[in-house]
Every structure is written in C-alpha cells, then in structure tokens.
C-alpha cells in the first residue's frame, strides 16, 4: 500500500504550466511532487519570477513568493530556493529534502557536459530510461566529449545498453554494449552483450513491442542520426518528451 499524504494548502483553478514536461500545477503540493521526481532536471530557470508570481497571486502565499523573490536578489543558489519550496509544505520528508538539496547542489559550478552526465546517470538509476538515453545521446554529441577519456565514453555506451535493456529493447542493448567494449575493453560489456543476445529471441517483436510500437519508431529515429549534428538530435526532444510519461508511468517498465 502506498502512503497516504494530506494536502491540506490551497488548489487553485489557475494552474501554472511546467513547459518542459507539460504539466499544470495545481498545488504546491503537486509542485513538491514534481521537484521530487524530476529533480535531476531542474535548472535556474525553475524559480523564475513567473512561478513566484502565481505563488503570490494564485496560491495567495505572499509569505513565500517574498522569500524566494528575496532569494532570487541575493542569488542564492538552486537547492537553497528549492529547498524554500520544499520546507513551505509537508509533502516531502526531511530525508527527501536532505537528497534533492544534495543533488542539487551537487551539479553547481560543473561544467554543461558533466551535469548531463549526472542527468542521464540518475534518469538510468531511476527507471527512467528514455530520459536517461535522450541525454546519453545528447552529451556524446557535444563537441567536449571528443576530450572524455576511452574508458568513459565506454561506460556511457554501456549505460545506453543498459537503458535499452530496461525497454527490453534487446538487440539495440547488445549493440550497445559491444560499443561499450570497443571503448573501455571491459570483460563484462561483452558478457552484457552476449546476454542481451541471448534475451533477443526470434518473436521479441510480438512478445516486447506489442504495447510500444510508438517508443520502438522513435527510438529507431534517434538511433539513424547518432552520427549527426546535435541540433539534429535536438528535433527528437520533444517527441521523446511527449512519449516519456506514457512508457515511464507503464508499470510494465518499471
């Protein structure tokens, strides 16, 4: 059984709008919930000044649209005004606030290739794999990862297999993890790959892709322009996005 949580702040009838993800907020309980399962994707751009203003006019918390416009002025950093957001209801537990306001302080002053990295890293480590393979694709295709070490770029292939693997996209993953071995040499991308090889059976189209037709195209789409320009990739962006919550939420991939 899940846990039940009181929202007892007010709902408005004027949702604020999370254009990245398509999303109304209603609350600032539902606004919790999106800082708690979308934080490795949250920026400066998060509290902006049109976010403070619906707290102010919408929700009618003068208190807390003060004290972040306060923090905007002293710019503060993004887990501390995430943490404002976070302390102003009891939505998310100490320890769940301790984690968010640790990873987000985590990518402060790194350089746009490694907060990518950590991006994907904890999109893979959280299930959400087109998310997680998005962003893969996205940092090999920066003009600096031509300067990541073997044995890294290595890992990313592998952790794109193992995203692939998730999907039960078996093939794809097979192909990944032999990448993976031609960078790194690691024993084990091969045995992942001749696993995944293994999990590839003859009628995998009718038994895996049965209720994902539209992630397997889109995939595929991604996959014939490894070798472009980002910008190509970048066309891809909000298709996948659209797509995400639809397999992501799926228990069937969890």
């Known amino acids: 059984m899940g846990e039940l949580i009181l929202c007892n ?39 902006s000044d049109d976010l403070i203003s619906w707290i102010a006019e919408e929700l009618k918390d003068l208190e807390l649209a003060g004290q972040l416009k306060e923090a905007v002025r002293k710019k503060i950093t993004l887990a501390k005004k995430v943490r ?40 893979l480590m959280n299930h959400r794999y087109v998310m997680a393979i998005r962003e893969y694709m996205r940092l090999l295709q920066k003009e600096e990862a031509g300067k990541l070490a073997a044995s890294v770029i290595g890992n990313i292939w592998n952790n794109i297999g193992v995203a692939h693997t998730g ?43 049965e209720v994902s037709e539209e992630l397997q ?28 919550y639809i397999y992501e939420s799926n228990g069937r991939w969890a």
């Open 9 to 47: 702040r007010k709902e408005t009838d004027v949702p604020y709008y999370l254009e990245q993800n398509m999303i109304n907020i209603y609350s600032l309980e539902e606004l919790n919930w999106y800082i708690l399962n979308h934080a490795e994707y949250l920026d400066d751009s998060f509290v």
């Open 84 to 123: 404002l957001l976070m302390d102003a209801c009891g939505f998310c537990t100490k320890k769940e606030k301790d984690e968010i306001e640790y990873a987000l302080a985590e990518v402060e002053n790194k350089s746009e290739i490694e907060c990518m990295k950590i991006r994907a890293d904890r999109s």
């Open 167 to 209: 999907l039960f996209l078996y093939r794809d993953a097979a192909r990944c993890f032999k990448k993976a071995y031609d960078y790194n040499n690691n024993p084990a991308c091969m045995r992942e790959m001749e696993e995944a090889w293994r999990m590839a059976a003859p009628d995998e189209k009718e038994q895996v892709y």
């Open 217 to 244: 195209k889109t995939l595929e789409d991604i996959h014939k322009q490894w070798n472009d320009e980002e910008e190509v990739l970048e066309a891809f962006r909000d298709v996948l996005d659209k797509k995400k």
